[in-house]
C-alpha cells in the first residue's frame, strides 16, 4: 500500500530553494521510487510575492504569513532557506512546536542559536535535518552522523567557503593582490557586494561550530572560536610559502588534545602534497581522520542552486523514508559544553614574516628573543626585497602559539627591530 505523499512548506524561493523545486520537480519518479511515496510542495512563503521567480511550482499557494505554514495540519515539513537569525529562529521554533520536522540550510542560525532547537526536536522526536548548511552539497553531515559513527573522530580540516578559496587561488595562480583578486570574485558571481561574512570567516566558522558537534558530541560556542579571515593574506607571503612546498588555505580545523577541543579558523600553510592544497576555486573539501578509517576526503562544490539543492533534497527524502530523527548524530540532542584548549596552548610549526632595519645585530636580536620564548628556529630565510630593510622568513619547529605571540609582542616593542607588522600564519 503506497504511503501518502509528504508535503512540503518552502520558505524562501531563492537560489537554493529553486534548486529544491527543480530537483523535486525533475527527479519526481526517481525520489517515489526511492523513498516509497510522492513529495510535494504545497505553500511557499516569500517576503515580497511580486517578485519574479526562477521557476514556477504548479498548484503551490505563494503567502507572506509564516502561519500559513505552521498552522497547516496538512503540512508534514518545513523547509526553511530565508536565512538569518531572527525571523528563521522563531519559524523553526514554531514548526517544531507544531510537530512539524524541519529541514534547513541555516549555518548561522544553527550555529548561533541551534542548541534551545536541537533540545525542542529532540524533545519532540523530530528532525532538524541540515545537511545543506555545510559545504553544500558535499555529504558531511550524514557522513559524521551515519557512515563514521563508530569512529572516534580526531580531527577535522576542510575548506569550506568558495568565495575566500577562489580569492586565495587567483592570488596564488595569477599573483593578484585581495582586492584584486575580491573584484574578480564579484564580477563572476562568486562574492557578496559585502563580502565580509565570507573573507573574514564569519562563515566557515559557523560551518566548523555545526562539525564539531558531529564529530565530538559537544556544543562549542560560536563567541568562543578564533577566527581569522584572508583580507590580510599577502601574494608575497603566498609566493614564500611556495618556494618551501606550502599552499595558503582559508582552513576550519578542529581535534581533540587531551580531552579538550582545539579549534579555529585561519589562513594557514599546508604542504602542497595534502589534498586540500590541491582544492581550488570556489570548490571545498573536508578531510577527516577517524580512529579506526583513518584519513578520509569529501570533496565537491559547497554551494549554488543545484548542489545545495540536493543536499536539501536528501534530508527531505530521509524524512520522506520514515527514518528515525538524528538530528546531532547522538542518542542525545542536549550535548555538552566542549572544554576548550586555549588557543596560546595549541602546538604547530609557524611561519613568520618580518621587514627589519638593514644594520648588523638584527638577525641575532631577533633570534634571541625567540630563544627567550623557547622557539626553536627550523630555517631562517632573507628574501630579496626592492623595498627599505630587509625582509626575513622564519619558519619555527613546533611550539604552542601563546609563545610565538608573546615573541610578537616583545619584537614589536622593540620600535628599532621592525619596519613593519609581523606577518605570522600556523603551519598545518
Not at 151 to 172: Q, S, V
Not at 193 to 205: H, I, K, N, Q, R
Not at 348 to 357: A, E
Not at 383 to 404: I, M, N, R, S
Amino acid at each position: 500500500m503506497a504511503k501518502r505523499e509528504l508535503v512540503l512548506g518552502l520558505a524562501g524561493l531563492g537560489t537554493v530553494g529553486s534548486g529544491l523545486a527543480r530537483i523535486l520537480h525533475d527527479r519526481a519518479a526517481a525520489i517515489e521510487a526511492r523513498t516509497g511515496r510522492a513529495v510535494r510542495i504545497k505553500t511557499i512563503l516569500v517576503r515580497d510575492p511580486a517578485k519574479p521567480r526562477p521557476v514556477e511550482i504548479p498548484g503551490a499557494s505563494i503567502v507572506t504569513d509564516a502561519s500559513a505554514l505552521i498552522d497547516d495540519p496538512e503540512i508534514d515539513v518545513v523547509v526553511e532557506l530565508i536565512g538569518g537569525t531572527t525571523a528563521a529562529y522563531d519559524l523553526v521554533h514554531a514548526a517544531l512546536s507544531a510537530g512539524k520536522h524541519v529541514v534547513t540550510a541555516n549555518k548561522a542560525l544553527l550555529a548561533e542559536r541551534g542548541v534551545p532547537l536541537f533540545r525542542l526536536a529532540g524533545e519532540k522526536g523530530l528532525h532538524l535535518a541540515h545537511e545543506a548548511s555545510v559545504a553544500g552539497g558535499i555529504p558531511i553531515i550524514e557522513t559524521l552522523k551515519e557512515s563514521l559513527a563508530a569512529n572516534r573522530i580526531e580531527k577535522i580540516m576542510g575548506i569550506l567557503n568558495g568565495t575566500a578559496n577562489y580569492i586565495l587561488t587567483r592570488m596564488t595562480e595569477a599573483g593578484l593582490g585581495f582586492d584584486a583578486a575580491l573584484a574578480e570574485a564579484q564580477a563572476r558571481g562568486y562574492a557578496e557586494a559585502d563580502p565580509t561574512l565570507d573573507v573574514e570567516g564569519g562563515d566557515t566558522a559557523h560551518k566548523l561550530v555545526l562539525l564539531i558537534r558531529l564529530a565530538f558530541g559537544r556544543s562549542y560556542p560560536m563567541a568562543r572560536l578564533p577566527v581569522w579571515g584572508v583580507s590580510q593574506v599577502s601574494p608575497m607571503d603566498i609566493a614564500h610559502a611556495a618556494e618551501f612546498g606550502y599552499t595558503i588555505k582559508l582552513i576550519a580545523q578542529a581535534r581533540e588534545v587531551g580531552g579538550k577541543i582545539e579549534a579555529g579558523v585561519y589562513p594557514a600553510l599546508i604542504p602542497a602534497h595534502y589534498l586540500l592544497a590541491s582544492v581550488n576555486g570556489s570548490f571545498n573539501a573536508v578531510r577527516i581522520e577517524g580512529d579506526a578509517v583513518g584519513q578520509v576526503m569529501l570533496y565537491g562544490r559547497g554551494a549554488g542552486d543545484m548542489p545545495t539543492g540536493s543536499a536539501v533534497a536528501a534530508d527531505v527524502m530521509a524524512i520522506a523514508r520514515g527514518r528515525a530523527a538524528n538530528n546531532t548524530g547522538f542518542v542525545t540532542q542536549d550535548l555538552p559544553e566542549a572544554d576548550i584548549l586555549d588557543l596560546d596552548e595549541a602546538v604547530s610549526c609557524h611561519y613568520l614574516r618580518f621587514l627589519v632595519p638593514d644594520r648588523t645585530g638584527v638577525l641575532r636580536d631577533l633570534s634571541g628573543v625567540m630563544a627567550d620564548h623557547g622557539i626553536s628556529l627550523e630555517q631562517v630565510v632573507q628574501k630579496k626585497w626592492d623595498g627599505p630593510g630587509v625582509q626575513l622568513v622564519f619558519f619555527t619547529h613546533e611550539c604552542p602559539a601563546g609563545a610565538v605571540h608573546a615573541a610578537m609582542r616583545a619584537i614589536e616593542a622593540q620600535r628599532d627591530l621592525t619596519l613593519a607588522p609581523i606577518m605570522h600564519y600556523r603551519i598545518l
